[in-house]
Nanobody, 118 residues
Framework: VQLQASGGGSVQAGGSRRLSCAASGSIFSINVMAWYRQAPGKERELVATITSGDSTVYADSVKGRFTVSRDNAKNTVYLQMNSLKPEDTAVYYC?????????????WGQGTLVTVSS
């Protein structure tokens, strides 16, 4: 199983960015899809999650600005980021909890850098 994250880049404060993370390989079912981020010098933190039933959870710092969604047919999770702030600058990682035919396991994407300038 491989996860390919994309959509990162540079944006000015107040702007928007849409991240995507597509999974490929031996995938039978995906439970929770999530986005994490890690800012320079800080620990990785949870940004948003979405379950197979489309229930979502957001970090307080992004509520009302970020929206997580998923396309099960494409094994893809998205993160729409609006009203971006400099403190949103980080490497964003996707994480999928999936059944690969043998076991449930967590898989991580390679990370995509989002830089927000003031």
């Amino acid at each position: 199983v491989q996860l390919q994250a994309s959509g990162g880049g540079s944006v000015q404060a107040g702007g928007s960015r849409r991240l995507s993370c597509a999974a490929s390989g031996s995938i039978f079912s995906i439970n929770v899809m999530a986005w994490y981020r890690q800012a320079p010098g800080k620990e990785r933190e949870l940004v948003a999650t979405i379950t197979s039933g489309d229930s979502t959870v957001y970090a307080d710092s992004v509520k009302g600005r970020f929206t997580v969604s998923r396309d099960n047919a494409k094994n893809t999770v998205y993160l729409q980021m609006n009203s971006l702030k400099p403190e949103d600058t980080a490497v964003y990682y996707c994480n999928l909890d999936l059944w690969d035919g043998r076991t449930w396991a967590d898989y991580w994407g390679q990370g995509t850098l989002v830089t927000v300038s003031s």
